[in-house]
Each structure stands twice: as C-alpha cells, then as structure tokens.
Nanobody, 112 residues
Framework: QVQVVESGGGLVQPGGSLRLSCAAS????????MGWYRQAPGKQREFLAR???????NYADVVKGRFTISRDNAKMTLYLQMNNLKPEDTAVYYC??????WGQGTQVTVSN
C-alpha cells in the first residue's frame, strides 16, 4: 500500500524559511522523478520543482533561487527547502513522489 505524507508546513513571517518533507512508502522510491506542487485558494495546482532519479533538478521561475528540492533515497523522503518566503507563497503544498500518487498536502501560510 502506497503512503505519502507531507509535513513541515506552518505559519511563517515574510522573509522566513520552512522545510517541507514528504515521506513515501510502498513505492520504489529511488527510481522515480519526484515533484512539489502547490495550490492557493481559488487557483489551479501549480508546479514548483522536480528532481530526477539521478538528482537533476528544475524549478518554476516563481521559486527559482528561493526554493531547493532534494531527496534522500535511503530515508525515502523528498524535501523542499523554502527561503525568503513571500505572502504569495501561501498555499497548500503537495508532493508527487510517483506517477499518480499525491500526499494530503501541508498548509504554508506566509503572513505577519
């Protein structure tokens, strides 16, 4: 049975940082390209970052230079380090560790 659990969200002030984690089980973690997405209220889910099975990364322009995606295959965990957060980063963040599989999401709120 596949389980995908995101964690690490919360309330942070503008300019602050958070690190999201995505623990996945029940999949062959190391073979997949994995990604992070987010969805703000009233908006479509948007792509943020992706990391290939061999560690090649790509980012959406909106987060490039501020967010870093990484993975630990031994721990079967995907990460998203988010720095210099802005109010417009407020959204529910989702990981996509394998085709067709998503976590339940973790809320990130950037506000004073």
């Amino acid at each position: 049975q596949v389980q995908v659990v995101e964690s690490g969200g919360g309330l942070v002030q503008p300019g602050g940082s958070l690190r999201l984690s995505c623990a996945a089980s029940g999949i062959m973690f190391r073979i997949y390209s994995m990604g992070w997405y987010r969805q703000a209220p009233g908006k479509q889910r948007e792509f943020l970052a992706r990391i290939s099975s061999d560690g090649i990364t790509n980012y959406a322009d909106v987060v490039k230079g501020r967010f870093t995606i990484s993975r630990d295959n031994a721990k079967m965990t995907l990460y998203l380090q988010m720095n210099n957060l802005k109010p417009e980063d407020t959204a529910v963040y989702y990981c996509n560790p394998a085709p067709g599989f998503w976590g339940q999401g973790t809320q990130v709120t950037v506000s004073n």
